[in-house]
């Protein structure tokens, strides 16, 4: 007969009981004690904080401490001064930059023209005629769109070449800028 040993799963038959049944199982609710011991512990803290005096009963006419000021060993500043915050104008452009540009007079003589155009489209409006408005407010469009073409190259080589804030070339952008106001309040107001 050969003699075997038990491994720890086998167990006893008679350490489980009859028909080898182990012993009552445990219930399987939480334990008890340590959350009723944590829950005096908490009591015993809230009722050992009410006892302790409070620090203010205490003072007894004590000036209190100041409170800290951040930044307190800074001076202090003034604000700046208002105005004179835009951006620089310089004048990189020659001085007759207009002036000695064939394209941009012509363009301006046809703006002029347009701008006539413009005051008498207006006028037709005032005076509740509207072909009269309709009519000179396509030809001051058109007008406006002559100028405008012809100059918009010439504009986007000054901004490239002397900037935007450039006394000349801010003074041709603004009048550009006039122009397409001006077509824009008639598109509003007449037929494309």
């Known amino acids: 007969m050969a003699y075997r040993t038990r491994t720890s799963r086998e167990g006893r038959a008679e350490d489980h009981g009859p028909a080898g049944r182990r012993g009552r199982p445990r219930s399987g609710g939480p334990p008890i004690a340590p959350i009723a011991g944590l829950g005096v512990l908490i009591l015993g803290a809230i009722l050992f904080a009410r006892l302790l005096p409070d620090s203010a009963a205490t003072d007894d006419g004590a000036p209190p401490e100041p409170a800290h000021r951040p930044f307190s060993s800074v001076a202090e500043e003034a604000p700046p001064a208002p105005g004179g915050g835009g951006a620089r104008l310089y004048d990189r452009a020659p001085s007759d930059l207009a002036a000695s540009h064939a394209p941009w007079l012509e363009a301006q003589e046809i703006a002029r023209e347009a701008d006539g155009l ?75």
């Open 118 to 192: 413009f005051a008498q489209a207006q006028q037709a409006k005032q005076a509740d005629d509207h072909a009269g408005f309709s009519a000179k407010g396509k030809a001051a469009k058109e007008t406006y769109d002559r100028a405008f073409e012809m100059t918009a190259a010439w504009e986007e080589g000054l901004l490239a070449s002397y900037g935007d804030r450039d006394r000349q070339v801010r003074e041709i952008v603004r009048e550009r800028n006039r122009w397409i106001d001006r077509v824009r309040v008639l598109h509003k107001t007449t037929g494309r």
